[in-house]
């Protein structure tokens, strides 16, 4: 059984989520419902989530998922008369889009070269990327450092986001391990039995290896910026 704080709790959600595919935010919800603090809001939130009603998309800020709704609130939002308390329904309701605020927490290695390769350095840090920049698949970011990727908007700074793979189309730009020991990004191309690693800047020349020097470690799915 829910109160009718619940019950108006978890319908302001549910219409918030159909509507922008956001999660509504604790001070949006505060007001929503006339509280006094969001304490009040946790404390709902945290029955509902008991109860099965909704629940918290891991790792990620503000992304809540509801899972059924009450059974006397009909497809079209409205909602029938109802008392202090009110019963469920037992079958789930469609899942809803994901929140296109939701930040994803993945892990940071260190520094890549855009430029002669550099130790790509394993590090226990994270950084929190908003989950539209990401597709399917498991990501990393890696820290860029040089200039030679300019021309294709890659810079000095920036954050690249990493899709894991071991495998790339010519063309595609990859994180490559160069000897075992240092990485680097830059567009593949296979010619001659070799591995070309090249450049986005016309100051640097093309890097050729033969294949067994060359380990694919993810290509690139995005970027970002921040700006001083």
Do not use: W
């Amino acid at each position: 059984m829910l109160t009718a704080k619940q019950h108006e709790l978890i319908r302001f959600i549910q219409q918030r989520l159909e509507e922008t595919g956001i999660s509504p935010s604790f001070e949006e919800m505060k007001e929503a419902l006339d509280l006094k603090s969001k304490s009040g809001v946790h404390r709902l939130i945290s029955a509902l989530e008991e109860r099965g009603f909704i629940r918290r998309l891991p790792n990620r800020a503000r992304a809540l998922e509801v899972i059924k709704q009450p059974e006397d609130v009909t497809p079209a939002g409205k909602v029938r008369p109802a008392n202090d308390v009110v019963s469920i329904a037992t079958s789930p309701v469609p899942a809803a889009p994901e929140a296109a605020n939701d930040v994803i927490e993945i892990p940071l290695h260190g520094r890549i070269a855009a430029g002669a390769p550099i130790e790509a350095l394993e590090g226990q840090n994270s950084l929190p990327v908003p989950a539209a920049l990401l597709g399917p698949g498991e990501h990393y970011a890696l820290e860029v450092s040089g200039d030679s990727m300019i021309e294709a908007g890659i810079f000095d700074g920036d954050f690249a986001l990493v899709r894991r793979t071991d495998s790339a189309r010519d063309g595609e730009i990859v994180v490559a391990l160069v000897r075992n020991e240092e990485a680097t990004l830059k567009y593949l191309h296979r010619e001659n039995g070799n591995v070309r690693l090249d450049p986005a800047n016309g100051a640097y020349n093309p890097q050729i290896y033969s294949p067994h020097e060359v380990v694919v470690q993810g290509k690139l799915a995005g970027l970002l910026r921040r700006y001083h």
